[in-house]
């Protein structure tokens, strides 16, 4: 069976985006979902090679200045030419840990990605305010709905 490419970027300061990526990543890559390749990035490290061999993507930022981070921004910069018309098409989703609201964050992003023609395919996940750790189950369900729906062909 051939296997399906998840790629996870994300970029974290105080720690917490982190935490919610590694949550994001178990749930990509739980035992039960199979054929799933998952490659796992900070946003300073990933480029347009790993865009390109991505198959869908989840981004992760946090908030900084109502704004996502400039890890994430510089990211994004760095791959948009190399991958436009090349990515269409292509699901994704977002988790944003975020000090004030996230929709800053969210939106710029969003922005950005309609730029290269992909497609969400779930609502972001988004901690506002005091950092909630029970929160981080939404994290894990996250990255398990990404792959299960890569792994049966949904996405």
């Known amino acids: 069976m051939a296997s399906n490419h ?7 300061q105080s720690g917490t985006t982190s ?22 990035k900070p946003a300073l490290d990933a480029d347009a090679t790993d865009m390109l061999w991505a198959d869908a993507f989840i981004l992760g930022t946090p908030e900084n200045f109502g704004y996502m981070s400039g890890a994430m921004k510089y990211f994004l910069d760095r791959i948009y030419y190399e991958c436009i018309d090349k990515v269409n098409g292509r699901p994704y989703a977002l ?9 800053g964050a969210i939106s710029s992003m969003r922005r950005i990605l309609a730029g290269l023609a992909v497609r969400e395919v779930q609502n972001p996940v ?3 305010g005091e950092f909630d750790r029970t ?17 049966a062909g949904v996405f």
């Not at 998840?6 to 974290?12: D, K, R």
């Not at 189950?137 to 792994?151: D, I, K, N, S, V």
């Open 6 to 12: 998840l790629l996870i970027v994300y970029h974290t």
């Open 19 to 40: 935490e919610m990526a590694d949550a994001v990543i178990r749930g990509a890559t739980r035992p039960d979902v199979d054929g799933i390749e998952v490659r796992a």
């Open 95 to 103: 988790f944003v840990r975020a000090g004030n609201d996230g929709t």
């Open 126 to 128: 988004l901690i506002a």
């Open 135 to 151: 929160r981080l189950a939404e994290c894990e369900e996250l990255g398990l709905t990404m792959a299960a729906g890569l792994e």
